[in-house]
């Protein structure tokens, strides 16, 4: 059994994004995925365009629209339009296609992909990393990157993240053509839903709608939702395949590392707990892991708590911001609308945060304390 520099559990976004860096800086990496062929993943696909600057290949391939348009509604009336600017902040991606598109640069960088490989046991031996597989085969390895998803039961174990996990609960709907959604606009619901939103992401043929609930454990009805929402985007209110999902979300500062192993995207609960993104921090955490282990395979002297620091740096401070804006948001949502999103600055600030320039402790204080005072 040879010995791997690093295996990553999890070939999605976060997992194919650190076997990417980590090979091509040399390393033996191999990428672990439980599937034998690609599932579809309950993911709508927005990302900011800034994430191109972290990779030295074109992710265009994998995007399927530019978004220069957003559109919010209030109970399907009271619209606000914001124009986001420059020639592509906001890009709808195909789940599918980016993460093979990346697995793939990361195979092409010299990382090997096992699959079908599920995970049924991981520890620490004679100092590294022993893995076996659900039929019974092993791997040993230096350093683990924890990649599999919001399902992951290796966080826990290795007290990584979170201990008490945040969910966002979302209902996807995949349909058939445009409707009345015009290429190049993403539309934002938020009347309809109890503490949440609706969603709708054109995409290369079809529509990408969503439901979501961020405060408590249920979705919040959402068949009886999206028979309101559909036919507003021009669809019948029964069409399309519908997903449902429970999204770990961020939940506060906690280790992301331990000895020689460490989480990422979505096993590390890092999704916007206000907006619901998770690739934008997946594909962030991923790189940001590959330069952590980078360095410490390098000299183990320099430890692996730089990759904690640096997502809450990059990322957690914002989020923690995010959290409070969405506690108070969501409980008061109609206050929250005209005092957020109907505000003449809005548009312009929505367009900011959506495209990366700008992070939600920029604007939470205002935001925070205007919903206070007004409820």
């Given at each position: 059994m040879s010995l791997k520099d690093v295996v990553i559990i999890g070939a999605g976004a976060a997992g194919s994004a650190a076997a990417f860096h980590l090979a091509n800086n040399g390393w033996k990496v191999t990428l672990l995925e439980k599937d034998s062929s690609d599932s579809i993943k309950p993911c709508g696909g927005g990302i900011a365009a800034a994430v191109q600057d972290w990779f030295p290949f074109e992710l265009s391939p994998a995007v399927v629209q530019i978004i220069n348009r957003v559109e919010f509604s209030w109970c399907l009336s009271d619209n606000v339009i914001a124009q986001l600017p420059g020639s592509a902040p906001f890009w709808i991606v195909e789940r599918k296609k980016l993460d093979q598109l990346i697995t793939n640069k990361a195979i092409d960088a010299g990382a090997e992909l096992l699959r079908p490989f599920q995970v049924v046991d991981l520890k620490k031996q004679a100092g590294y990393w022993q893995l076996t597989s659900k039929d019974g085969r092993e791997l040993e390895s230096k350093a683990v990157v924890i990649a599999d998803g919001s399902n992951s039961v290796w966080p826990k174990v290795f007290k990584l993240g979170p201990r008490i996990q945040h969910h966002a609960s979302t209902t996807s709907v995949k349909l058939a053509g445009k409707g009345n959604l015009l290429d190049g606009s993403a539309r934002f619901e938020f009347g309809l839903v109890h503490h949440g939103f609706a969603w709708a992401f054109p995409v290369a043929n079809g529509v990408n709608v969503g439901v979501g609930t961020f405060i408590g454990d249920q979705a919040t009805?959402?068949?009886?939702?999206?028979?309101?929402?559909?036919?507003?985007?021009?669809?019948?209110?029964?069409?399309?395949?519908?997903?449902?999902?429970?999204?770990?979300?961020?939940?506060?500062?906690?280790?992301?590392?331990?000895?020689?192993?460490?989480?990422?995207?979505?096993?590390?609960?890092?999704?916007d707990p206000f907006l619901a993104e998770g690739l934008r921090p997946a594909l962030m955490s991923g790189c940001e892991a590959a330069q952590s282990i980078h360095l410490w395979l390098q000299d183990k002297t320099f430890g692996l708590g730089n990759y904690t620091n640096s997502m809450r740096t990059r990322w957690g401070n914002s989020m923690a911001w995010g959290r409070r804006i969405a506690q108070v948001f969501y409980r008061f949502p109609k206050v929250g609308y005209q005092l957020g999103i109907k505000r003449p600055t809005a548009p312009q600030r929505i367009a900011q945060i959506l495209s990366g320039e700008m992070g939600y402790g920029d604007i939470a204080q205002r935001v925070i304390k205007r919903l206070l005072l007004k409820k």
């Open positions: 009805n959402s068949e009886a939702i999206l028979e309101k929402f559909l036919p507003s985007l021009g669809f019948d209110p029964h069409e399309g395949s519908r997903q449902n999902a429970q999204l770990r979300v961020w939940n506060g500062h906690h280790n992301l590392h331990g000895d020689g192993i460490l989480a990422v995207g979505d096993a590390a609960s890092l999704c």
